[in-house]
């Protein structure tokens, strides 16, 4: 099968990123939106350029695993126009799982905690990115290379997706037509993903296609206007803090919390805030004890 040479998009899409945030900015200010804080645009701009640095060391791990497991594919999938609309859902569907586990799991959640933990919601906020994830979550897109799409087309889709997401980290595109909203992952859907309001809490964890938060359960349309941020927010424009915080606090529960080793363990894949004696705050419990309120 022969394999064609395809660029980093992501590289290709930086002066893209940078202008679009500039533009955004200028139209915040014109429309007399809240102003931006440029500390908090910096944070999220350093975050995403240490994710592209890493990511030249990291592509080259998930393409070497991706090849592993392509050995054992169970069919041969080629290079052609109607293979790209099957990867376009089936990476897309991987991509929905990654995310959502990535909010119910907090050895996941240690690294996507990132991108949430600006309290603004704006394009600079979409560049704001782990600098630990990609080291391991690129698991969940193994079965694509074990079903038999080639590892370059898996890489390039999931490009083309944190791509697609990039223009949704908006506030300044309220609504969009019924028929998007109701297929595609928008700024309304992204903007409910990212908020603290109880009824938001762990809801629309859609790349390109919300139709999975709205076949498994997790989808949330967009009524009173979002908080931003996380339940405790970590009040930190140092990127390195920003970037490793999270992994403390974890490995700090797991080695001093007083309880079973049992217990311990759990600090590592329960939910974020999950404490052995009860006494923590878990999102979940929050959207219930809302849901009650509204009953």
């Given amino acids: 099968m022969e394999i064609p040479e395809i660029p980093n998009l992501i590289h290709y899409a930086i002066p893209f ?17 809240e102003h931006y804080e440029f500390k908090d645009a910096a944070t999220s701009i350093a975050m995403g350029l240490g994710n592209v640095a890493i990511g030249l060391f990291t592509k080259g791990i998930t393409l070497a695993v991706f ?18 609309i099957l990867i376009l859902f089936a990476e ?33 906020t979409a560049l704001r990115q782990t600098w630990s994830g990609s080291f391991y979550s690129f698991i969940f897109w193994i079965p694509l290379a074990i079903i038999g799409f080639h590892p370059i087309m898996i890489l390039v889709q999931m490009s083309i997706s944190l791509l ?9 595109i309220t609504k969009l037509p019924k028929w998007f909203e109701f297929i595609f992952n928008t700024p309304s859907h992204h903007r409910v993903h990212h908020a603290t309001n109880p009824q938001y ?6 790349g390109i296609f919300i ?29 390195v803090k920003v970037a490793f915080l999270e992994w403390y606090y974890m490995f700090r529960d797991f080695f001093t919390s007083k309880t079973s080793f049992s217990n311990k363990i759990k600090y590592l894949y329960k939910p974020p805030g999950w404490r052995h004696d009860g006494t923590g705050t878990i999102s979940s419990d929050l959207r219930k004890k809302w849901e009650e309120r509204k009953a």
């Fill in 17 to 33: 990123f940078i202008l679009t945030v500039i533009i955004e900015v200028i139209l915040t200010v014109k429309v007399r939106l």
């Fill in 67 to 84: 090849y592993f497991f392509y050995q054992f594919h169970l069919v041969t999938i080629p290079f052609v126009w109607w293979s790209w």
């Fill in 92 to 124: 897309d569907f991987c991509y929905y799982w990654f995310h959502r586990i990535s909010h119910e799991n907090r050895f996941f959640w240690a690294s996507h905690v990132v991108h949430h933990s600006s309290q603004k919601y704006n394009l600079s």
């Fill in 164 to 172: 697609y997401q990039y223009w949704i980290h908006t506030e300044l």
């Fill in 201 to 206: 809490l762990d809801r629309n964890h859609a």
């Fill in 211 to 239: 139709i999975w938060d709205r076949m498994f359960g997790t989808f949330e349309p967009e009524v009173e206007k979002p908080v931003y941020g996380l339940v405790k927010n970590i009040d930190t424009n140092n990127p």
